[in-house]
């Protein structure tokens, strides 16, 4: 059945070093979200798309986030320089024109 | 209900009771609410949702009920079984058409059998 899929699902790197997570939604849904979560602060919003474009990424720390879509089918959110406080569990979600998000199953993050 | 800090509310029942969720949201102008629940290592999975404009809306043995005067949300687990153990998170939207939401903090129901 069509799902959200994420890679990784764990990375463990060192402060300062690059992170590239990855996400390909279901197949024709024109919405996708990334989500951070902690246990401190919940599901938090940092950006979405729709039709590829970026609608809102109020959300995400400009500075080292990164959010893109190079392609209807792939999804990146990118941290550089990574720093022990973005360790959290990474969610992306995709939609189609509604309200109902489907999640993957999350990349897990740790920063040492 | 709603979490502070750390710690997430747990409700703790033993299986085939039925379950209560409670969940206070804070944005009036919400048109749109949704329950999702979230096993140990996995992403939050819909359960049910409800529009501004109804009180009541059932599933398969799950009911959110919606009280727009006190903003008020509940998830209502009917028979629980231990397959219900997970946190559940109420979400609102505030923004129609564009389908953002703003998640609760969740709770967390333990199903003991």
């Known amino acids: 059945d069509a799902r959200v899929t994420q890679t990784p699902r764990h990375k463990v790197t060192e402060m300062g070093q690059e992170v590239t997570m990855r996400c390909q939604p279901i197949?024709?849904?024109?919405?996708v979200f990334w989500y951070r979560q902690t246990m401190m602060q919940g599901l938090e919003l940092l950006a979405y798309?729709?039709?590829?474009?970026?609608?809102?990424d109020s959300g995400m720390p400009k500075d080292r986030f990164s959010a893109e879509m190079p392609d209807a089918t792939l999804a990146t959110l990118k941290i550089q320089p990574s720093e022990p406080r973005d360790s959290a569990v990474y969610f992306c979600?995709?939609?189609?024109?509604?309200?109902?998000?489907?999640f993957g199953p999350g990349t897990r993050l740790t920063v040492t | 209900g709603e979490s502070v800090g750390l710690h997430l509310p747990t409700l703790s029942v033993q299986e085939g009771d039925n379950s209560i969720i409670n969940c206070a949201y804070s944005?009036?102008?919400?048109?749109?609410f949704i329950w999702y629940k979230q096993e140990s290592g996995k992403g939050p999975q819909f359960i049910i949702d409800?529009?501004?404009?109804?009180d009541k809306r059932q599933g398969q043995r799950v009911t959110v009920l919606l009280n727009k005067t006190v903003k008020h949300l509940s998830l209502q687990i009917a028979a629980t079984q231990p397959g219900d153990s997970a946190v559940y998170f109420c979400?609102?939207?505030?923004?129609?058409?564009?389908?953002?939401?703003?998640f609760g903090k969740g709770t967390m129901l333990l199903v003991s059998p």
């Open positions: 409800i529009r501004s404009n109804m």
């Open positions: 197949l024709g849904h024109n919405t």
């Open positions: 798309f729709r039709n590829r474009a970026p609608l809102d």
């Open positions: 944005n009036s102008a919400s048109d749109y």
């Open positions: 979600a995709s939609g189609f024109s509604g309200y109902e998000q489907y």
């Open positions: 979400a609102e939207s505030q923004d129609s058409g564009y389908s953002t939401l703003t």
